[in-house]
């Protein structure tokens, strides 16, 4: 299979984003802004509120169309009160994508918000091309 095609099928693959996992700092001052929930679920909105940061820090103008294609499942996840939500990796690479932009400028009061979610989604990748590799490697024939 071509590598055009994998990275077609990589895209379109389904993953669970679970906005409690990345390791995110809620100070006391933060809880004022939120609902009066968990701690599960301050961290899980700090982490939407971070994606929702970082997509407009990106995006200071607006976006295109084109763009505005994986950036629409992502809001109605971030405005969900669901703790979890299926995207696909080409989502998520569209996501980190945007913290690789060079002109990328972050308020300070979401520095550590947005790093943490950086972290979540370089591990979020590594994590399927592990399972793709373990998937290629049981559908080997054996030597």
């Known amino acids: 299979m071509g590598e ?13 984003f679970d906005f409690t996992k990345p390791k995110v700092v809620v100070g006391s001052g933060d809880h004022l802004n939120m609902s009066q929930t968990s701690q599960e679920d301050h961290s899980s909105q700090a982490v939407k509120l971070a994606i929702k940061h970082l997509v407009g820090a990106a995006y200071p103008q607006g976006m295109s169309l084109k763009e505005s294609d994986h950036w629409e499942l992502l809001q109605e996840c971030c405005n969900a009160p669901e703790t979890a939500a299926e995207l696909t990796m080409g989502e998520v690479e569209w996501l980190r994508d945007q913290l690789d932009k060079s002109d990328l400028k972050i308020a300070s009061s979401y520095i550590q918000w947005v790093r943490a979610l ?20 049981e559908a080997a024939p054996a030597a």
């Open 4 to 16: 055009a095609k994998l990275a077609k099928i990589f895209e379109a693959r389904p993953v669970l």
């Open 118 to 137: 950086g972290r979540y989604l370089k591990q979020l990748k590594g994590d399927e091309e592990d399972k793709i590799a373990a998937e290629k490697a």
